[in-house]
């Protein structure tokens, strides 16, 4: 039912993976080891306390304090069927078994002279796996003290341990490299090792319970499921649910459905996030430097030697995505540019590389066009290349003496035609050119370098970051400058379109995250995260905004709140101080209680009248006021059915009266039935709290207190407590005025009008006899009467006016 986490020196536990219930303060160090064991949960700090709580009260149940220059706790475990009994594991290689009811220490195993790094629950009951810092594997009986078997594995420390369940006697045990290696208990030898199966040190293995499946998990944000079907016990990859290992630098949407977002790494791998479900993510995997060279890994190439550094720009196109690679991406520090395909998963067959000798020149920016065939390649050295996605060759270049710029390609775009190629460099310029016959057409000088840019294809609209901070806004057709925005206080990281190009957001090393909207050439929104964001997409169908941050390794989403109501978006003036959004995580439950406060104020609250005029409801539910003139009936139809009654049995002898004519006597309780014993309700009724503060209510003027007992009561609450407003009830003629003055109040005031009613017309039905004896309440009653009919005049204006406007919109020929 719980999960729980450690954070510094608080242990939190979540319910339903969603919302933390119970917070363990207590250690004062960060804690290091946790281990649930059924009611109680024991945790371990770095300074050697170790603590036993109550997981449903919070508290200490029990303390330990341990010397970490003698016993520092590294491994804890519960050994099966060894009631209230823990064992511990040290760095310095012994062992200890507590009893954590009584406070107790049972038994120290003096250890293998290492340090212990692991301890596991084997199948078998008293039998323990053991792993070590220094890679060796003792499988030891706790209950004889005895070493039955052991293992030493190559790869350093052992990170984790996991049995094997459904039959064979299977050992797993995880390496700091990311290598699993599988060990046959009953032969004693290694089987079959997986490696890299994380990219980090493998933090956690785990069997599921009778099922040929191992669950893995690493620092490398990836949790992965391997099943036993292979020959000669081998595993291999059955699902994997992962993210990036290292933050995102860039990110696009893919695709003109909004649904998948292409991410590109620090770790070098290029995957698919989507925003339907989990289940349709996508890792393209990590690109390698050559095919053939990867064939020759098993040769003595190392795993590192052969990959590609970490991509820095990317392009896609769906076109003809099914056809050949969709996908080009520049890497850090190479000229060489490689293509991908989305639908395989895979690395693309092509790398694509200018022609000639090029020094030390990278790719910097790359465009693939509308049409999914040509691709656009800028480098470092101011060269712009062209080359055909099908063959992957090279069709030709811009510029004079093979450069178009003197300076590094900052970005490059083509229009929707393949009718434009647009470049701009750091020697300032913006140039257009040519795409088929690659001669320029004009240029655009700008007042500092650029440091990137985007264009929207439908408007024609290409959006520069320059190095001082700003942004202008070119029309491709009139190659002009159409907006100049300045706000930004760091350098632009990324920005993009919405779908319609109303919109402009960008983010930058400032932390904010601003939308301009280019018609009034304004700011519009703007708002602060607390890490600088260094990504941007809006998705084509303009629901989401999707952002990548620094030292973050997830992709957050971004809701437009535009289309699910009117939002106004007014300019924001110069000297407007954004506000700080939190990103989503877990927060602290100060800040919980900050955001909730804030909420509170923002809720509006509405007024109990909004106006004189106008007359408001009770919002009861109907059964409290609209069945009170048929309590009768409706007790009547629910009375139940009495069962049919025995006749009193007859004497044996019959007692008769003596006299000359023979007659029978009557017993002796029919002379009494004929007298009631049913007392008045008024000399044994007590006052209510409604009759007491109606009383008081009538020196006062304020109705507010019984009015408001009288909305809490049901329907045969209330006929009791108008029943005994009349003296044969308990009360005086004087409550019966006080009850009329009541509901003049009520009408007066046009609040609660249904109630007003109802009340009134149960009033009259149950003492209308009595108040025409009464000449004070006739005088109330006759100047009830009339607001009544005050009331009644207005509304029923209001409501032939609405009726007669009906009517004409109905039968009118519009």
């Known amino acids: 039912m719980l999960v729980f986490a450690a954070s510094g020196r608080t242990v939190y536990a979540f319910a339903r993976n969603k919302e933390v219930v119970i917070q363990y303060v207590g250690h004062k160090q960060n804690v290091c080891l946790l281990l649930p064991m059924g009611d109680q949960l024991i945790s371990s700090d770095n300074s050697g306390d170790v603590i036993v709580w109550d997981v449903q009260g919070g508290d200490i149940y029990l303390q330990l304090h341990f010397d970490p220059n003698t016993f520092d706790i590294s491994a804890m475990m519960h050994p099966s069927t060894y009631l209230n009994k823990v064992l511990l594991g040290s760095s310095q290689g012994a062992l200890q078994l507590w009893n954590i009811k009584t406070s107790k220490l049972l038994y120290v195993f003096p250890g293998w002279s290492a340090g212990v790094t692991v301890l596991q629950q084997s199948p078998a009951v008293d039998v323990v796996g053991v792993g070590m810092a220094t890679g060796r594997i003792v499988i030891h009986n706790i209950r004889l003290d005895e070493t039955l078997m052991s293992f030493t594995q190559d790869w350093g420390p052992i ?225 712009v290349d062209v080359y055909n996605l099908q063959s992957g060759l090279h069709r030709g270049f811009y510029g004079d003496n093979e450069k178009a710029h003197r300076g590094v390609v900052r970005g490059v775009a083509t229009d929707t035609l393949n009718q434009l190629t647009l470049t701009c460099g750091s020697d300032w310029l913006l140039k257009f050119w040519r795409f088929k016959k690659k001669t320029l057409q004009g240029e655009l000088k700008l007042n500092a370098a650029p440091a990137s840019m985007r264009l929207h294809r439908d408007s024609g609209m290409l959006a520069m970051a320059l190095d001082d901070f700003t942004l202008i806004v070119v029309d491709i057709e009139m190659r002009k ?146 069945s009170l003139l048929h309590l009768d009936t409706i007790k009547k139809r629910n009375k139940p059915t009495a069962p049919p009654v025995a006749p009193p049995t007859a004497p044996f002898f019959l007692p008769t009266v ?39 209510a009538l020196h006062s003027g304020s109705f507010d207190v019984p009015l408001r007992l009288l909305r809490e009561c049901g329907p045969s609450a209330l006929s009791v407590e108008l029943a005994s407003l009349t003296s044969e009830g308990g009360g005086a003629s004087s409550l019966l005025v006080g009850f009329i003055r009541m509901i003049d109040s009520m009408l007066a005031t046009g609040r609660d009008f249904d109630l007003s009613h109802a009340y009134l017309a149960l009033f009259l039905k149950l003492h209308l006899r009595t108040l025409s004896q009464d000449a004070v309440a006739m005088a109330a009653l006759l100047q009830l009467s009339s607001r009544l009919e005050a009331g009644w005049a207005e509304l029923r204006s209001s409501f032939n006016q609405s009726l007669c406007l009906l009517s004409f919109t109905k039968s009118a020929m519009l």
């Not at 109990?608 to 408001?616: F, H, N, S």
Request: aromatic share 6%; with cysteine.
């Open 159 to 383: 990170s984790s341990l996991a049995f094997r369940t459904d039959g064979p006697p299977i050992m797993a045990s995880g390496s700091p490299q990311g290598h699993i290696a599988f060990w046959d208990l009953e032969r004693q030898q290694l089987i079959n090792q997986q490696r890299h199966a994380h990219k980090t040190a493998v933090a956690g293995a785990t069997f599921l319970h009778g099922e040929p499946l191992l669950v893995t998990n690493g620092a490398d944000n990836a949790i992965k499921v391997w099943i036993f079907d292979q020959e000669g016990g081998g595993a291999r990859l059955l699902r994997c649910r992962q993210g990036h290992s290292a933050p995102p630098t860039t990110i696009r949407h893919h695709g003109n459905d909004g649904k998948n977002i292409l991410s590109a790494g620090q770790d070098g791998t290029l995957q698919s996030f989507s925003t339907v479900h989990e289940r349709f993510n996508k890792n393209l995997g990590h690109g390698s430097v050559s095919k053939k060279k990867e064939k020759k890994k098993k040769k003595g190439l190392s795993y590192d030697e052969l990959r590609l550094p970490a991509i820095t720009a990317f392009s896609s196109a769906v076109a003809r995505q099914s056809d050949w690679d969709g996908i080009v991406a520049c890497h850090r520090n190479r000229l060489t540019v490689t293509t991908w395909n989305y639908l395989r998963c895979t690395m693309g067959a092509h790398q694509l590389k200018p022609p000639g000798p090029r020094g030390e020149a990278i790719a910097t920016a790359v465009d693939i066009t509308s049409c999914g065939n040509f691709a656009v390649i800028g480098s470092s050295c101011g060269r």
């Open 481 to 626: 400058v159409v907006r100049k925005f300045g706000g930004h206080h760091g350098n632009i990281t990324d920005m993009t379109f919405s779908p319609d190009s109303r919109w402009l957001v960008t983010v930058g090393m400032d932390c904010t995250i601003r939308t301009w909207d280019l018609p009034s050439g304004s700011l519009v929104d703007c708002f602060l995260v607390a890490m600088a964001p260094v990504g941007v997409s809006m998705s084509p169908t303009g629901d989401f905004l999707a952002t990548a941050h620094v030292d973050s390794l997830g992709v957050y989403l971004w809701a437009n709140r535009s289309l699910c109501g009117p939002v106004g978006l007014h300019p924001l003036p110069s000297d407007y101080q954004p506000a700080e959004e939190m990103l989503p995580g877990v927060s602290t439950e100060e800040t919980l209680q900050d955001i909730s406060l804030e909420d509170a104020d923002d809720v509006y609250q509405s007024a109990a009248q909004l106006g004189a005029e106008l007359v408001t409801l009770s919002l009861l539910p109907e059964s409290r006021w609209k």
């Open 658 to 696: 003596p006299g000359l004519t023979p007659r029978f006597e009557l017993p002796l309780g029919t002379t009494h039935d004929a007298q009631s014993k049913v007392l008045p309700w008024g000399s044994l009724a007590q006052r209510s709290e409604f009759i007491s503060s109606l009383e008081s």
